[in-house]
């Protein structure tokens, strides 16, 4: 039943104390099973994005080294944690240049200071031509394991040899390379075969 006061209506009814509380311990419990799966998918969708941008990377490289006919490779974590670059080999596959094969100079090798992108001319006798800009993955973001890779003009891919010997680089064999992405509690994977072809995990 309504009564009238001077001011307003109002109505016998309504919503107690203990009832709003009720409500507001509801909500509270559904927010704090929420937030963390919301957290989760906002730190699954970023780190996807990485993958894929260091994906087409890679891909850019193999598709450098058949095209232009020239090893290309892709280094990580160069010249500082985070950031990676696509370089043309200096010298060929079988005698690369001091500066390409040495691991404790491949950093001066992503710099592009002494590397610009893009290079200054294209001509053949003053390598390199075909290297990428420098990129960097999100700071929250970190490879977590690496491995450079050499792309061959037939799409073969090739990795250090685990001796550190200088020359040719040995083609990937039955393993896969696999390289990780974390941020976060969460990793995920790149693989990449022998014959080039890329997987996102």
Known sequence: ?????????YGSGGFSIVDM?????????????????????VENQRLGIELRA????IQL???????????????????????????????NRD??????????Q?????STTYYPYPAADRDPLTRPNNDGPLMQVNPKVVFTSTQTLEFWPNGTVHVPPTNGS??????VAGTPVNLLLTKGSTTRSITVNGIGKMQIQ
């Open 1 to 9: 039943m309504l009564k009238r006061n001077t001011r307003f209506w």
């Open 21 to 41: 509380l009720a409500t507001m311990a509801i909500i509270a419990t559904i927010a704090a099973i929420a937030i963390p799966t919301l957290s989760n998918s």
């Open 54 to 57: 260091v994906e087409r990377e």
């Open 61 to 91: 490289a193999r598709l450098n080294a058949v095209s232009t006919n020239r090893p290309i490779r892709v280094r990580f974590n160069c010249p500082s944690t985070g950031y990676y670059r696509r370089v043309e080999l200096i010298g």
């Open 95 to 104: 005698t690369p240049s001091q500066g390409d094969d040495a691991d404790n």
């Open 106 to 110: 491949g950093a001066r090798r992503c």
């Open 166 to 171: 200088l020359g040719q680089w040995p083609a």
